[in-house]
C-alpha cells in the first residue's frame, strides 16, 4: 500500500461549475438555488453523485431511494454537499432481449453523468445483476473517487416450511413441474414465498457475487455484501459509506489506486471461496479493461485453482445470504483466504486500510454456513477455464454447481441452432436425446443473441428428469444465470454469431469434456472443421439501427469481459468546455 493522501484544503472540479462571481458560476448556482441549498454548499466543499438505480422496473433496487436519504445524511455529517441523480437502470428480471445487452450501454450513460456534471465523487447505489457492475465501469473509466453500496439481499424464502432460493427454486420447482412431482398451482403458490421483501437475490447467485466483488475488490467499506436489505445495519452502512466518500475525496483516493492487479486477484479468490456466479468472470474482465489492469481468464484459473468452497449457500449449498450475513458475512471469508496465504493483505480498500486490516479481528458464527476447509463444498472451487478446438479462447465451468462424475465426459452432441431451435424441440418426446449425451446450445453470445443471455443451462428434456436424472453436460455461448447450478460449459468463445467452431458442430459429433486437463474438444479432424467453418453462414439476428447496431458491431467476446471496443480504458474526468 503506497497511498499518499492529498492536501486538503484544494480546489475541487465542482468549483468550475459553482465557484466564483462569474456570469456561468450564477448560471450554475442559481439554478440549482430553485431546490432551496442554502449558500454555504457551493463553498468549495467535495458535492458528491449519489448515483441511484432505483427504479420500480428493477424490484431488486425498488428500495434505494430509503437508502440515498441515509447515504445523503453521512455526506451532510462529514460536510459534504450530497446531489441524487438518477442513472440507468439495468433490471435483471424485466430487461429484453437480456439485461446484459444493456450493462455497456448503463456503464457508458454513467460515466458521461459523471464527467459531466459537477461531481468530485461518487457513491454508487447499485443491487440487481448488471447495476454493480456497469457504474464501477463507469467510475473506473472516469476515475473520479467513488465508492459502492449495495442494497442487500432479501430475506430467506420459504416454502412449505423449506428454504426457498432466489432462482435456484424458478429452476428446481420447473423442472419438478416438467417431471411430474409438483403441480402448476405448487408452482404459482411458491412465487411469493421466493421473494418476500425488499432486496436482491437471496442466493449467492450474480448480486450476492457482485456484491461481493466490490467488498472483495476494496470497493466497498467491509461487511457490505451481506446485510439483507431489510436490515437496520443496511442503513447504518448506507449512511458510513456516505460519510466515508467525503474523506475519500480530500483524500483523492481513486479507483485507479485500489483497482490494481492484486485487488482483482483477491476478488477472483474471493469468488472461489463463496461458490459465486460465473458472470463474475466476465464483469472483473471488463472492469479491469476500463483501468488498464492486464486481467485474463488465465489468471481466473490460476489464482482460483486451489481455493476451496467455504461459503454454504445456494446455489452450491444449502443457506442464504441472511445466514450468510449472521455468520459474519464476507469478512470472515477475507480473513479466512488470508490465514490460508491466499489475499494481498496490503491491498488497499476505500476505507483507506488493507484488506487484512480490516478483516483480522472478525469471527465465524456459524460454521456450518463458512465451513472449515476440510468440509469445503470442493477442493478446487475456483472457475475452471477449459480450451480446446470447441473454444481456442476458452470456457468457462463452476465447478462447486456441477456433479463431479461429469467432470470428464464423451457424449453424442444433441444441437440446438439457438434458443427458439431449443424450445421448440427440447420436450418434444421424439428428440433423440438421452442423460449421456452433450446438449449444445449456438448463438446465444454477446453478438449473437444479442447480448448473451442466462440460457446456458438449458432445462434437461423431460424424458431425461422422469428418469431421476437431474444434471447432464450442456455447452453453449450463453451466459448462467448466478442462481442456477449444473455441469454447464458456458462463454464459449469465440462464440457462434463471430464464426466460432461452435457454430459448427453438427448433431451426431463426438464431444469431450475434460476439467482435470482443462480441455473442451470436438472431435473431428482438423482439416473437417477447417471445412466446415469455410461453409458457415451467420443466421443470429442483426439490428439495423439503434442501440442493438452498436452493441453487435463493437461488442468483443466474452474471454475479455464483452465490453464495447471503444469503451475500454480510462478516460479519466476531465472538465469540459462550458456552453453558456
Ligand atoms: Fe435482481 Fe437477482 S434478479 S438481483
Redesign the pocket.
Known amino acids: 500500500m503506497t497511498f499518499k493522501p492529498a492536501a486538503w484544503p484544494r480546489k475541487l472540479r465542482s468549483q468550475e461549475w459553482f465557484g466564483g462571481t462569474t456570469k456561468d458560476a450564477i448560471y450554475h448556482r442559481g439554478w440549482m438555488k430553485n431546490q432551496g441549498f442554502p449558500p454555504d454548499l457551493f463553498d468549495g466543499r467535495p458535492v458528491i453523485g449519489i448515483l441511484n438505480t432505483w427504479s420500480e422496473l428493477?424490484?431488486?433496487n425498488a428500495h434505494l431511494n430509503d437508502l440515498a436519504q441515509r447515504v445523503k445524511h453521512g455526506i451532510f455529517e462529514a460536510g459534504g454537499f450530497p446531489v441524487e441523480v438518477p442513472v440507468f437502470s439495468t433490471?435483471?428480471?424485466a430487461f429484453r432481449p437480456t439485461a446484459m445487452m444493456f450493462r455497456n450501454l448503463a456503464a457508458m450513460a454513467v460515466e458521461e453523468a459523471m464527467r459531466g456534471q459537477p461531481m468530485d465523487g461518487c457513491v454508487l447505489l447499485v443491487?440487481?445483476?448488471k447495476t454493480t457492475p456497469s457504474l464501477l465501469m463507469a467510475a473506473a473509466s472516469t476515475d473520479l473517487p467513488s465508492i459502492i453500496v449495495t442494497g442487500g439481499p432479501m430475506l430467506n424464502g420459504y416454502y412449505k416450511n423449506e428454504r426457498v432460493g432466489?432462482?435456484t427454486h424458478l429452476w428446481k420447482f420447473s423442472e419438478a413441474v416438467k417431471a411430474g412431482e409438483m403441480t402448476a398451482e405448487e408452482f404459482v403458490e411458491a412465487e411469493a414465498s421466493m421473494s418476500r421483501s425488499p432486496g436482491?437475490?437471496n442466493t449467492m447467485?450474480?448480486?450476492s457475487t457482485m456484491a461481493s466483488m466490490a467488498e472483495a475488490l476494496g470497493m466497498a467499506l467491509s461487511g457490505n455484501a451481506a446485510i439483507p436489505a431489510v436490515d437496520s445495519r443496511r442503513r447504518v452502512m448506507a449512511q458510513l459509506t456516505g460519510r466515508r466518500i467525503v474523506q475519500m475525496v480530500k483524500d483523492d483516493l481513486k479507483p485507479s489506486d485500489i483497482l490494481k492487479k492484486e485487488a482483482f486477484e483477491n476478488a477472483i479468490r474471493t469468488n472461489a471461496a463463496i461458490g459465486g456466479s460465473t458472470n463474475a468472470v466476465i464483469h472483473l474482465l471488463a472492469i479491469a479493461g476500463r483501468v488498464g489492469v492486464d486481467l485474463t481468464l488465465e489468471d481466473w484459473d490460476r489464482c482460483g485453482r486451489d481455493v476451496p468452497t467455504i461459503v454454504n449457500l445456494m446455489p452450491s449449498g444449502k443457506y442464504l445470504m441472511e445466514e450468510f450475513f449472521y455468520a459474519g458475512g464476507l469478512p470472515v471469508v477475507i480473513k479466512r483466504l488470508g490465514e490460508a496465504g491466499m489475499l494481498h493483505k496490503d491491498a488497499l480498500t476505500v476505507s483507506g486500510q488493507t484488506a487484512w486490516e480490516q478483516v483480522k479481528d472478525v469471527t465465524n458464527h456459524n460454521p456450518d454456513v463458512i465451513l472449515p476447509a476440510e468440509k469445503a463444498l470442493t477442493q478446487s472451487g475456483g472457475v475452471v477455464v477449459v480450451k480446446g478446438n470447441l473454444a481456442p479462447k476458452g470456457a468457462v465451468l463452476k465447478p462447486s454447481a456441477a456433479t463431479a462424475a461429469l467432470m470428464t465426459h464423451r457424449g453424442r452432441a444433441v444441437v440446438f441452432e439457438d434458443i427458439d431451435d431449443y424450445k421448440a424441440k427440447i420436450n418434444d418426446e421424439d428428440l433423440d436425446i438421452d442423460e449421456t449425451c452433450i446438449m449444445v446450445l449456438k448463438n446465444c453470445g454477446p453478438k449473437g443473441y444479442p447480448g448473451m443471455a442466462e440460457v446456458g443451462n438449458m432445462g434437461l428434456p423431460p424424458k431425461v428428469l422422469r428418469k431421476g436424472i437431474t444434471d447432464m453436460v450442456r455447452i453453449s455461448d450463453a451466459r448462467m444465470s448466478g442462481?442456477a447450478y449444473g455441469t454447464v460449459v458456458l462463454h464459449t468463445s469465440p462464440e457462434a454469431a463471430a464464426g466460432g467452431p461452435l457454430a459448427v458442430v453438427q448433431n451426431g459429433d463426438f464431444i469431450e469434456l475434460d476439467v482435470p486437463n482443462r480441455r473442451l474438444h470436438l472431435e473431428i479432424s482438423d482439416e473437417e472443421l477447417a471445412a466446415r467453418l469455410a461453409n458457415w453462414k451467420p443466421s443470429h439476428p442483426e439490428f439495423t439501427s439503434g442501440y442493438g447496431w452498436l452493441h453487435q458491431r463493437h461488442v468483443q467476446g466474452a474471454d475479455t469481459g464483452a465490453d464495447l471496443d471503444f469503451l475500454k480504458g480510462c478516460r479519466g474526468a476531465p472538465v469540459g468546455k462550458d456552453s453558456h
Open positions: 428493477t424490484p431488486c433490471s435483471e428480471s443491487g440487481c445483476d432466489s432462482g436482491s437475490c447467485g450474480t448480486a442462481t
